[in-house]
């Protein structure tokens, strides 16, 4: 499998993305360019005509596969700006090395989930994920319903699996 390298995840987005937006997909798109300009095709034919935003959600970074020791992953899926009314929301372990380059480019919000002003929220949604859990599966909240729908009912797209 090779869902961890680079270009597997550059290839999934933008396929999500055309499937959004399939007036937007350029079967002729070279593979190492895809991404970049179906999102700025989205951009501007889709999102600013309607008002509308995009974000996308990568989870994972940490777990992002270097081609080399010490190489940097992340430049192989995340573009370095992204195209107006698109946005992205990436979560990774802390210590991951790679997030300088993230960091460094200035309009990133960094959101430590494990400082103390998020214990609170952090402790409530374990205790809505854990009461969840113990109802049937029918009786669970339309929230996760509708993620499978959206998913076509494929488990791993699911966060409370």
Same mark, same amino acid.
């Given at each position: 499998m090779d869902w961890d390298r680079p270009e597997a995840v550059a290839r999934s987005l933008s396929a999500q993305i055309e499937a959004l937006y399939p007036a937007q997909k350029d079967p002729e798109a070279r593979p190492e360019s895809r991404l970049i300009? @179906? &999102?700025a095709k989205v951009s501007k034919h889709e999102l600013a005509p309607r008002g509308e935003r995009l974000v996308l959600i990568v989870d994972g970074l940490d777990e992002a596969r270097s081609e080399g020791a010490?190489?940097?992953?992340?430049p192989g899926f995340l573009p370095y700006a992204l195209p107006p009314r698109v946005h992205a929301l990436c979560a990774s372990r802390p210590q991951y090395p790679h997030l300088a380059? &993230?960091?460094?480019?200035?309009? @990133?919000?960094?959101?430590? &989930?494990?400082?103390p002003a998020w214990a609170s929220s952090n402790e409530q949604a374990c205790r809505v994920f854990w009461a969840d859990q113990r109802r049937p599966a029918s009786c669970r909240g339309s929230t996760r319903g509708s993620s499978r729908r959206r998913s076509r009912g494929r488990r791993g797209t699911c966060s409370t699996r």
């Open positions: 300009e @179906v &999102l010490g190489q940097n992953p992340l380059l &993230l960091e460094s480019r200035g309009n @990133v919000r960094r959101i430590d &989930l494990d400082a």
